[in-house]
């Protein structure tokens, strides 16, 4: 039972325009949600968090909103840059199971320069 | 800072050998978590401590995996005897509380 969902497993976006990287999740006592930048032979960095008392919280180039009604989260990034290529994991975690966190299967982003 | 720091970074063994790994967190995080990540998939918790305390061992395949966090700083992850499907990279997280969670480079792991 897949609890955070990345049902896209890869996207390719022009440098310089946005990247939008989509998650959805189905336990509603999730409470904290974070996003995770993986490159290769490293292992995964934290990127930006959003508390579900919060639509949006933006640091910088990344913005992630979340819709609690409908159970999804998005990350944002703009402009978009060749570095930004990585695979990117949604995240969630809720007060009640203890706050295990539950990861998805994550999405690989290519930035084309 | 130092980072997460993990060891080895790869080990091929045959199966049915044993197999340890090692990590060092970042001082002060009195959370430490061990993730399995196999290929194509986000992270999976193995076990997860608070100080020297297993808080987390639901997933952790207890007849052939163990760990332990002496002191409440480094921890070392077995496997005994491994098996061919053990194959994956390992990771070590640590955290203050509830915070975002630093990992380190993992350890992958290759049972032939």
């Known amino acids: 039972d897949q609890q955070v969902k990345q049902n896209s497993p890869s996207l390719s976006v022009q440098e310089g325009r946005i990247s939008i990287l989509n998650c959805d999740y189905t336990?509603?006592?999730?409470?904290?949600f974070l996003w995770y930048k993986k490159y290769p032979a490293e292992g995964p960095t934290f990127l930006i968090s959003?508390?579900?008392?919060?639509d949006k919280n933006e640091d910088g180039r990344f913005t992630v909103f979340l819709n609690k009604s409908a159970k999804h989260l998005s990350l944002h990034i703009v402009p978009s840059q060749p570095g930004d290529s990585a695979v990117y994991f949604c995240a969630a975690s809720a007060r009640s199971g203890g706050f295990k966190t539950i990861f998805g299967a994550g999405t690989r982003l290519f930035v084309k320069a | 800072e130092a980072g997460v720091v993990q060891s080895p970074r790869y080990k091929i063994i045959e199966k049915k050998q044993p197999v340890a790994f090692w990590c060092n967190p970042i001082?002060?995080?009195?959370?430490l978590y061990w993730y399995l990540q196999n290929l194509g998939q986000g992270p999976e918790l193995l076990i997860r401590y608070e100080n020297e305390e297993a808080v987390d061992d639901s997933q952790l395949p207890k007849d052939r995996f163990s760990a332990e966090r002496l002191k409440g700083v480094d921890s070392t992850l077995k496997i005994q005897p491994a098996e061919l499907g053990d194959s994956a990279v390992y990771l070590c997280?640590?955290?203050?509380?509830?915070?975002?969670?630093?990992f380190g480079p993992g350890t992958r792991l290759t049972v032939t």
């Open positions: 336990n509603s006592m999730f409470d904290y």
């Open positions: 959003i508390s579900s008392i919060k």
């Open positions: 001082s002060g995080h009195n959370t």
């Open positions: 997280a640590s955290s203050l509380g509830r915070s975002e969670q630093y």
